[in-house]
């Protein structure tokens, strides 16, 4: 069962969906999933918080208690620009929340986004700052697009010549034995209006 809040940051409504899920509701292909990274994304290998470094969703979720987390932009008459800073700001808010719940529960969460924590990744020689490294969701083999039409009804659109008419990203609290504390916190959460 997921539930909706709608918040405002900067004028834009995002829609944020959330819920408690176990493993066996995932899809997951980690082989599939990290050759396309290994073939279409730029932070292959060289990113601390991709493939091949990260954990996959077998070693991070089973036996765990989780939380997925959809934030939703509707961009149906956005420019490419338009689009870019929605993704960013999406990125920041989903980011910032797993930081929350971190520092105040000193839980792990997977976010929406490659590792962002230094301007220049040092993963070859050992990473620099592992407390605050991030993982992102997309390389831990969780097929994302299959996970979040059948966990929360919602359908992933890809950039092509226009953008999609709606933005989505999702993240994971990996919350454990905090799960109903979280979710009920979740609940009552308010965002400042401007990240």
């Not at 920041?92 to 971190?102: E, H, P, V």
């Amino acid at each position: 069962m997921s539930f909706v809040k709608t918040i405002k940051i900067d004028n834009t409504a995002v829609e944020i969906k959330f819920g408690e899920y176990k493993y066996e509701d995932l899809v997951i292909d980690i082989e599939r999933v990290r050759n396309y990274c290994r073939e279409g994304c730029p932070n292959f290998g060289v990113n601390g918080g991709c493939p091949p470094f990260s954990p996959t969703a077998n070693q991070l979720l089973k036996d765990k208690n989780f939380i997925l987390v959809i934030g939703k932009i509707n961009t149906t008459d956005y420019t490419k620009d338009e689009f870019k800073e929605a993704d960013k700001t999406l990125n920041k808010l989903l980011k910032s929340i797993g930081l929350m719940f971190k520092e105040k529960y000193g839980i792990e969460f997977l976010s929406p986004e490659h590792c962002t924590e230094c301007d220049v990744c040092t993963i070859h020689e050992g990473c620099k700052k592992s407390d605050k490294r991030t993982i992102s969701i997309t390389g831990t083999g969780i097929m994302l697009s299959e996970t979040i039409e059948n966990l929360f009804h919602e359908k992933l659109e890809w950039a092509n010549e226009k953008p999609p008419s709606k933005l989505i990203k999702i993240m994971c609290i990996i919350s454990d034995n905090l799960t109903e504390k979280i979710l009920e916190e979740f609940k009552n959460l308010s965002i400042n209006n401007k990240l």
